[in-house]
């Protein structure tokens, strides 16, 4: 069991998760968790809807990560009208 204090921070009350706890539930900064109490006692629970880029890149299979010939001939094309390079 791990033990965190209660800390003030402004006009709020605050506690830090901890490292390992945050890594062990994949937890990164900026993850939106709901907050209820249950039986007198705080439950945080992560909110799956906010899937990061990062994350699902993750789970992706490496090698859809290799450039086909589409993928090539899109890169070496040259602009059409007013791009940004």
């Given at each position: 069991m791990t033990t965190v204090t209660v800390r003030q921070s402004g006009g709020a009350e605050?506690?830090?998760i901890p490292k390992a706890i945050g890594k062990m539930l994949?937890?990164?900064v900026g993850a939106e968790l709901e907050l209820s109490v249950v039986d007198n006692k705080i439950v945080l629970?992560?909110?799956s809807d906010d899937t990061s880029l990062e994350a699902l890149?993750?789970?992706s299979?490496?090698?859809n990560f290799s450039l086909n010939d589409e993928d090539r001939?899109?890169?070496d094309a040259k602009p059409l009208g007013r791009e940004l390079l």
């Amino acid at each position: 069991m791990t033990t965190v204090t209660v800390r003030q921070s402004g006009g709020a009350e605050i506690v830090s998760i901890p490292k390992a706890i945050g890594k062990m539930l994949g937890l990164t900064v900026g993850a939106e968790l709901e907050l209820s109490v249950v039986d007198n006692k705080i439950v945080l629970t992560p909110l799956s809807d906010d899937t990061s880029l990062e994350a699902l890149l993750a789970e992706s299979p490496r090698e859809n990560f290799s450039l086909n010939d589409e993928d090539r001939e899109w890169l070496d094309a040259k602009p059409l009208g007013r791009e940004l390079l």
